[in-house]
């Protein structure tokens, strides 16, 4: 039976935690790594309705798009409703996974879903990854403890590269050292000049990583002053990155791409309007409703910060979602492309319904029986919308 753990396994190779920005908090929120899992829950948001409804179904894993947590967290007391699903969560036994930029960024991911849904094809990345950043290490460590040091390194996410893991160089050497008064050593004595058969162990990881693998490498590594360093790469390509469908070359946010053939503006409006998830928001038009539109640039969720770059793409239509009045009247006023604006929860949903699918398929070629939902509650936090 499959594992909280396989999940976040399966999770971490479609969406990269090294892909997430900077800012933002992905990855495992609770629950135990052995836990078995039978049922799992996909959901843009987490709210107390879907915590709800995912204990009501016997649900043990849910994996949202949008995080709880963000942001500094002191306490998870139950006297917000923050804090009161987290404890609902645990007392229930139900794991909560969040993949929030590493999936806008993955391929396939946000924007490649919303891309679909909408009839768009041979799309690329609007903002293409530059490249994670990366480090390498290098220990140096006794022969008879290589395998353990070299084992908690890659399970800390050192040597990922591709559809490799655990790669690493290896070198035969000795080392020499001298221990002095007031230390303890692993081997040798002090004040006794010792020599050491050792391996010199080099490894890339993301530069993200760095702290997690230097606490891997003091807790591993058998010496009480182990001998080490890590280099910053120049080059930094995509070799610790995701193998999702589409390849490396597809990563980045945002996607652009064609329609079949031209299509009016108003066409492509209503068209939106029927495949997207109904919301009070509705869909929103900006531009010549009688222009035809063929390349169109998207972005799942807010996309502000890529108009500029769809106008430059030459997009005749940006869809996206939470864009402001002055922003869109100034883009409009330069002669910028059309716009469409989504809820942003119908921009992201597709996601949910993509990744589903494709980890049901996972799981049946594995041989897992474990069963994958969407939940069909509509998170768009607007009650109504009067006119």
């Avoid at 949910?352 to 980890?359: H, N, V």
């Amino acid at each position: 039976m499959a594992t909280v753990k396989d999940l976040v396994a399966w999770i971490e190779e479609q969406f990269p935690p090294a892909l997430a920005e900077s800012w933002d908090a992905v990855g495992l929120v609770c629950g135990r790594p052995t836990a078995s899992v039978r049922s799992v829950r996909l959901t843009v948001d987490v709210t107390p309705e879907v915590v709800a409804d995912a204990i009501a179904d016997g649900v043990d894993f849910i994996l949202a798009h949008h995080p709880v947590l963000l942001g500094g967290v002191t306490s998870v007391a139950p006297d917000d409703h923050k804090g009161q699903m987290i404890h609902d969560l645990i007392e229930n036994r139900i794991a909560l996974y969040v993949a929030h930029t590493s999936a806008d960024s993955s391929n396939p991911g946000v924007s490649d879903a919303l891309g679909a849904l909408l009839g768009i094809t041979e799309m690329s990345p609007l903002e293409p990854v530059s490249g994670i950043e990366l480090d390498k290490v290098t220990v140096f460590v006794p022969t008879s403890h290589v395998q353990p040091v070299l084992n908690a390194l890659a399970a800390a996410g050192a040597g990922t590269m591709g559809n490799y893991e655990r790669c690493a160089y290896l070198v035969d050497g000795v080392g020499t050292f001298l221990p002095l008064a007031g230390a303890d050593p692993h081997i040798g004595q002090v004040g006794v000049v010792e020599e050491v058969a050792e391996q010199r162990l080099e490894m890339v990881l993301a530069r993200s990583q760095r702290t997690a693998i230097v606490t891997a490498l003091l807790a591993a590594h058998p010496y009480e002053e182990p001998a080490f360093d890590i280099v910053e790469l120049v080059s930094a390509d995509s070799h610790v990155q995701g193998t999702g469908v589409g390849g490396v070359g597809a990563q980045g946010l945002g996607r652009i791409g064609e329609l079949p053939e031209p299509i009016s503006l108003r066409d492509f409006a209503e068209m939106a309007s029927q495949r997207l998830p109904t919301t009070h928001h509705g869909v929103r038009v900006a531009g010549d409703l009688d222009r035809l539109v063929r390349t169109i640039a998207v972005c799942g969720g807010s996309g502000d910060s890529l108009l500029g770059t769809a106008n430059a793409a030459r997009a005749d239509l940006f869809v996206t979602a939470d864009l402001k009045h002055h922003r869109v009247s100034e883009h409009l006023a330069d002669d910028g492309c059309a716009i469409v604006d989504v809820a942003h929860f119908a921009s992201e949903f597709p996601w949910c319904e993509q990744t589903a699918a494709i980890l049901q398929r996972s799981l049946v070629e594995s041989g897992d029986t474990v069963t994958v939902t969407v939940s069909t509650l509509v998170t768009d936090p607007w009650a109504a919308h009067l006119s």
